[in-house]
């Protein structure tokens, strides 16, 4: 005879691991944009230093008289996202309250707005850092140096030495603490440590971050707050009890903001980038309805799938790289990409890492 085992669900719902914003040690809010979309800044010049002409007739003793000159930065927010979804009555008593409203909408700020937030402020950061030094394979034996270059190079700019942030991923991390000449000052206090930091090196504060919100090639960044301004103009979520048409609760939420850096104040800003995967030859020809032929060379590796990218900002990942969370690709659809779209073709082995990669501008064929 059959027995029918018994079942029973939880009130429990397996969250994803997130972690928490920690933008806002690398960013300020010196403006503000009350009662505007955009706001500009002001540039000014300075008078050249002369020579004091002590026995010059006729002419002013200080020097040839110049007008200072005032030219603006204009900065706009780009970024106005929100989102929506619905909570039906019965569904949440039949799951135990699991899909209760504010538990909902928490779980949407914590696994969905903070990582976009974080992601986009911190590619802009990495974008318009005024120091780029050339892509470099970090290790234990030069990771040590390269950060001293980092600071170096802020000592020259007249950068403040305190506040300064020391941001590093966790391989970047591991590799600092696998160096025989990094002493990290581990002795942080528990508010620091909820904001990010996790140790102190030659006066900066380290933050370490999660790979998947940092640019692909991400190695470290050394930068002081005052180059960039992270507004928040609109932070505004909803939920509706009963609205008309539900039976139950609607959520929405809406966020406004952006991330600017100072032009005068970018040499705050040093980033490292890590070295490409290379390896694929790539091509796409396109045609006037949004659709990209793409070619590979060499062939596929036994065992190994392609990922893509697409977009403007689309970049060769490094080596290694955890591709987990880009697209599939089967080798001969054609994918959606506009005319002057970059396509990344990115080779993983069964664990998703990034083996081969090759990058390229989709061209509109004569014939199309």
Known sequence: MAIELAEKYLPYVDEMFTTESKKELLTNQDFTFESAHSVKIYKVSTGEMNDYGRNDEGNSRYGKTKNLNATTQRCELTRDRSFTFAGDALDE???????????????????????????????????????????????????????????????NAEVPETGRILVVTPDTYRLMKKCKEIVLETDIGENMRLRGVIANLDGANVQKIPANRLPARFGFMLAHPCATVAPTKLADYNTHHNPPGINGDLVEGRIVYDAFVLDNKSKAIYYQELPGASGLTVTATGNFYSKAAVTVTPALTKGNRYKYQA??????????????????????????????????????????????????????????
């Open 93 to 155: 008593d039949e799951t135990v309250g699991a899909l209760n409203a504010s538990s909902a909408l928490a779980r949407q700020v914590r696994e969905k707005v903070i990582p976009e937030v974080d992601t986009y402020v911190y590619g802009k950061i990495c974008k318009g850092a005024g120091h780029k030094p050339d892509a470099v394979e970090l290790t234990a034996e030069n990771i040590y140096d390269e950060i001293i270059k980092a600071g170096n190079a802020l000592d």
């Open 311 to 368: 977009g403007t900002d689309a970049d060769i990942p490094p080596a290694g790289y955890d591709c987990t969370n880009m697209k599939d690709w089967d080798g001969t659809s054609t994918l959606d990409a506009d005319y002057n779209t970059k396509i990344v073709i990115i080779e993983v082995d069964s664990n998703n890492k990034a083996v081969k990669a090759g990058k390229t501008q989709v061209v509109v064929s004569e014939d199309n």
